[in-house]
């Protein structure tokens, strides 16, 4: 049976390009990249090459750069390190963050070494700024502001410059969770007020595994791995050499074609949400779907009965993939933190359609003409 898959904010597809770029550094040139003679020179520069193409497209200094081992590992890192390593004794975020910045933020809480508040969530999932602004001006301590740039399960996207601009205003620190906009949207960092960001490669057809962390050249962390001295001492551990060169080529192949993709894709988003609004009764959609949002996530809710509640394992069974909630979250069956967040509905099936370039029209179809039987 041909599998039909749309679940690409879980994660996409190896570019044959990225693994052809990688092939080399799984072979021959295996050397470690610590080594003084030819074979771990020749890894170093493959590094250094690739830190320098990810800082070029993402108007950052070679130096901000940090890979790391994915969106998890660098979102902890920035969140612990400027609570342990830069005085912020506050932390305001929102209950629609990834798990990746939730449970990091609930576990210093919880340990005693900040203070939590979360801010408010409009019905159309975007961020209350008012209510940031308030928090952060009541607040006696040094914040910490840890809001996502596009919300992986209903796509809305947070105007980071505006967030940047409060803390600011308020000398707080801003880290924001970027794993679903880097490889999706130009990114001009040295004209973006933001501390730390956040990316992994296979979002963006690169390999799993590898990520980074930009750490803004104004501020000064500690180590986040304690060994041995590489990525400037501040992680250490023999690097991941092919995972490194795959995310820049990753990286360098969605910048080449981020218009024409985006083009194509946020097509096929909306003429699957005009199909199902055309075919299928009751169903709604979760997040500002047709305003500020990633152009490659539709989130849809559809009525609740018997059929609709085995939704994802009868698209399963058909080849169809789609997720109810983050990746990470799907194997278990508590329904999503977010779309309780914004539409706390029980009545209701949360169900995330997430493209790529790859995907079809008739992929779609097939797709549309399923749910009107599974309804
Ligand atoms: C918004 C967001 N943040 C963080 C992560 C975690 O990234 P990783 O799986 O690379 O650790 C993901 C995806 O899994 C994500 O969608």
Do not use: W
């Not at 890192?77 to 609930?106: F, Q």
């Not at 209350?128 to 009541?138: A, F, G, V």
């Amino acid at each position: 049976m041909k599998r039909i898959y749309l679940d690409n904010a879980a994660t996409t597809s190896l570019d044959p390009r990225v693994l052809e770029a990688m092939m080399p550094y799984l072979t021959e040139k295996f050397g470690n990249p610590s080594s003084i003679y030819s074979y771990g020179r020749e890894s170093r520069l493959a590094i250094e090459n690739a830190r320098k193409v990810v800082a070029k497209t993402l108007g950052a200094h070679p130096a901000e750069i940090f890979f790391t081992s994915g969106g998890t590992e660098s979102s902890n890192t920035a969140i612990c390190a400027a609570v342990r390593d830069l005085g912020c004794k506050h932390i305001i975020s929102s209950p629609i963050e990834h798990h990746a910045t939730t449970h990091t933020v609930e576990y210093l809480h919880q340990n005693g070494e900040t203070a939590l508040s979360f801010v408010k969530i409009r019905p159309d999932g975007h961020v209350d700024l008012e209510s940031l602004d308030q928090l952060l001006s009541k607040s006696e301590e040094k914040c910490l502001v840890s809001l996502m740039h596009a919300n992986n399960e209903i796509g809305n996207l947070l105007d980071i410059h505006a967030v940047g601009e409060l803390c600011k205003k308020y000398n707080a620190i801003f880290h924001s969770d970027t794993v679903q906009t880097v490889g999706h949207y130009p990114f001009d960092l040295r004209h973006t007020p933001v501390h730390f960001i956040t990316g992994a490669a296979h979002k963006f057809h690169g390999p799993k595994g590898v990520g980074i962390l930009y750490i803004n050249e104004n501020v000064q962390i500690k180590p986040f791995i304690h060994g041995g001295s590489q990525e400037r001492n501040m992680r250490a551990g023999t690097e991941n050499l092919y995972g490194i060169v795959g995310f820049a080529k990753a990286l360098e192949l969605a910048t080449t074609n981020y218009e024409a993709d985006r083009g194509y894709i946020s097509g096929l988003k909306t003429y699957m949400a005009k199909q199902l609004q055309q075919y299928i009764k009751g169903i709604h959609f979760n997040g500002d779907t047709f305003g500020n949002s990633l152009y490659a996530v539709l989130n849809v809710s559809f009525p609740k009965t018997e059929k609709s509640e085995m939704i994802l394992f009868n698209l399963d069974i058909n080849g169809i993939c789609a997720s109810g909630g983050s990746a990470c979250t799907s194997g278990v069956d508590i329904g999503s933190h977010v779309i309780r967040a914004i539409n706390n509905n029980p009545n209701l099936v949360a169900v995330r359609f997430s493209f790529n370039r790859d995907n079809t029209k008739e992929e779609i179809d097939f797709v549309v003409e399923k749910l009107k039987g599974m309804i």
